[in-house]
């Protein structure tokens, strides 16, 4: 099992705060071929009794690397691999990157980042 990120109880704590149920920590998400990846928590949230439940995998990021680009280099491909294990598994998991407001402003700084987030479309819980 991976190391978890120094956020990741504060980010586990806010998202209860929102209403969010824990389901899996971390969410297991095998693949064919035997690839299993291991995304930091994956929630539900309940709507109401007559609405259908929904659901979110949640990988945290600090940013904490030497380099904002090393960080994102890594955050892109993490996203797109487990955004892809998540369809292999023909689920309906959304995939979000959980980020503090100060790691998203570092991406906001370099239009590089921005085109890249609007590319493959990710989707961020700014925190």
Do not use: C
């Amino acid at each position: 099992m991976p190391k978890r990120d120094n956020l990741h109880q504060v980010v586990k704590i806010a998202l209860y705060k929102e209403g969010w149920n824990i389901t899996y920590d971390p969410l297991f998400v095998p693949t064919e071929g035997g690839i299993n990846f291991f995304i930091d928590l994956g929630m539900e949230r309940f709507i109401g009794a007559e609405k259908e439940g929904e659901k979110i995998a949640v990988e945290i990021k600090s940013f904490d690397a030497i380099t904002p680009f090393y960080s994102f280099y890594e955050l892109l491909g993490q996203y797109l691999m487990y955004e892809m294990a998540i369809e292999e598994q023909d689920t309906n998991w959304s995939l979000f990157v959980a980020i503090t407001q100060s790691g998203f402003e570092k991406l906001e700084e370099a239009p590089i980042f921005k085109r890249a987030i609007a590319k493959f479309m990710l989707k961020f819980i700014i925190f």
